[in-house]
């Protein structure tokens, strides 16, 4: 799909990686640079203080297929290097704080100036104006705590919970893909390329728009609460007689109260008064809540799927990621993919979360968004890709005697 478009990703950890690793698994040419220790996501098992994890997964899911440069951008000359990569880029990705970059002319405004077709991405905790424009942020702390999410996602007198690894920096990579992909489209209309503003914080609050937008008209919004004191009793998770929890939907508005009744054999419910209308089920969530339980509990899962099925009921298992990954129809979307080691073995991994397909008939249709390649080792590329921006080996070697550059 992005077979030609070449990108220039000097990003750390994940956010602004997932935006190149998408990129390489849709075919674009991925150069990756790094310190020349490398990033410090390729030390995230080593700090477990544990040997059973010879692979780092956690690193190879955003940086496969890419090609590892490794450079010393603190230097004048190896911010110099970077300024002659992207000569001929189409997409510049960066994470680095702004008045850094700015420090070490690779900002947007002194790379526009050597490519001005070339489309710049930055992807930051918290944007790019403001008292916090260089502070660092995580998704923990700019995703998950200071857009709201955490505060939503936590019942009353409760603690927050944590957010899980890198979830807010992959909804923020893809976020980032997408400007990235609307800008290169502006750039082959107009010749000129533009910045793509990108932020964990900004994400954030729009992964929870729904409810941020309820507050911001009304100055008021439910927060998340237990499963007994849900806001729509009927959406919740209940658990099967064979102890399998599932989530069961129910549609805004009432037109599945009925078939969940017959699905659940609880169809005397409909003269019981307390349960007459939306807003009473609401006043009496934790009786009603109590009994969807007894009626979950005589069933299995199993069962519950072919009574829920056949009403037509949106459901589904909570599943553990080894059911997960042997769910027959999650093959089927192609959720999943073959991760390539250097050594030419492979290990599941996630896919990227788009397919592309000239027809609906077949997998075989589709074009292939597979790994390009395995997760290079630091400055795996460094000497090719110095070599093809026209380095030659003396100065190559000046460059790797003075650290300015490494090599695997």
Request: proline share 5%.
């Amino acid at each position: 799909m992005l077979e030609g478009i070449k990108v220039i990703e000097m990003a750390t950890y994940i956010a602004a990686p997932a935006a190149g690793g998408v990129m390489a698994d849709w075919g674009a040419d991925v150069i990756k640079i790094e310190p020349l220790a490398g990033c410090p996501m390729r030390q995230f098992f080593a700090t477990a203080m544990t040997d059973d994890y010879p692979d780092n997964p956690v690193f190879s899911l955003d940086n496969r297929g890419k090609k590892a440069v490794a450079i010393n951008t603190s230097t004048p000359e190896g911010a110099a290097l970077v300024r002659k990569l992207v000569v001929d880029a189409d997409v510049f990705i960066t994470n680095l704080r702004p008045t850094q970059l700015e420090k070490q002319g690779l900002d947007f405004d002194s790379l526009h100036k050597i490519n001005p077709k070339m489309v710049y991405a930055s992807v930051t905790g918290f944007g790019l104006e403001g008292d916090e424009k260089d502070k660092p942020g995580f998704d923990t702390a700019a995703f998950w705590a200071k857009s709201g999410i955490g505060w939503m996602m936590t019942p009353k007198g409760s603690a927050p919970m944590p957010l899980r690894v890198a979830v807010g920096d992959h909804i923020t990579g893809l976020a980032t893909t997408s400007g990235i992909l609307a800008a290169l489209l502006k750039a082959q209309k107009s010749g000129e390329g533009i910045l793509v503003d990108s932020s964990l914080v900004r994400s954030g609050a729009y992964v929870v728009g729904s409810d941020f937008s309820t507050y911001m008209r009304y100055g008021r919004v439910a927060r998340s609460r237990p499963r007994e004191a849900a806001i729509v009793p009927t959406s919740n998770f209940f658990l099967t007689k064979d102890e399998h929890w599932l989530f069961m939907n129910s549609r805004p508005g009432e037109p599945d109260w009925d078939n969940i009744l017959r699905a659940t054999g609880l169809e005397h419910l409909n003269e019981d008064e307390r349960f007459a209308s939306f807003r009473k089920r609401r006043k009496h969530v934790e009786e009603l809540v109590s009994l969807f339980d007894e009626a979950f509990a005589s069933r299995t899962l199993a069962e519950w799927g072919d009574r829920l099925n056949a009403e037509g009921i949106i459901w589904s298992a909570v599943q553990s990621f080894e059911q997960a990954l042997n769910d027959a129809q999650m093959q089927a979307a192609g959720v999943f993919t073959d991760m390539p080691k250097a050594d030419g073995s492979t290990y599941k991994a996630p896919a990227s979360p788009i397919s592309f397909r000239q027809s609906n008939n077949t997998l075989s249709e589709r074009e292939s968004t597979d790994p390009r390649g395995p997760c290079p080792e630091i400055g795996e590329h460094t000497m090719e890709v110095l070599e093809a921006c026209g380095i030659d080996e003396q100065n190559r070697q000046s460059l790797l005697t003075k650290k300015i550059i490494g090599q695997h």
